[in-house]
């Protein structure tokens, strides 16, 4: 599950950034609109990849001996 994760947001944040990086490339430069997905999709992808840390070591933690 977590390899998922961890794959999905990679290709997301690939895509994201190759993203921004064609439209700085383009001479008309980012729309309003475009600034807000873009926002808005990086907010997503690092609530995704915390999600992904928490449930690695809360399972991490759950591996610990208790005494």
Same mark, same amino acid.
């Given at each position: 599950m977590n390899e998922k994760l961890q794959m999905a947001t990679t290709r997301a944040y690939l895509k994201l950034s190759n993203k921004v990086q064609d439209l700085r490339e383009n001479e008309d430069g980012l729309e309003t609109a475009e600034k807000v997905f873009l926002v808005v999709g990086s907010i997503i992808l690092a609530a995704a990849v915390i999600a992904?840390?928490? #449930?690695? #070591?809360?399972?991490?933690?759950?591996?610990?001996?208790?005494?």
């Amino acid at each position: 599950m977590n390899e998922k994760l961890q794959m999905a947001t990679t290709r997301a944040y690939l895509k994201l950034s190759n993203k921004v990086q064609d439209l700085r490339e383009n001479e008309d430069g980012l729309e309003t609109a475009e600034k807000v997905f873009l926002v808005v999709g990086s907010i997503i992808l690092a609530a995704a990849v915390i999600a992904g840390i928490t #449930v690695w #070591v809360n399972g991490q933690i759950a591996l610990l001996p208790t005494n």
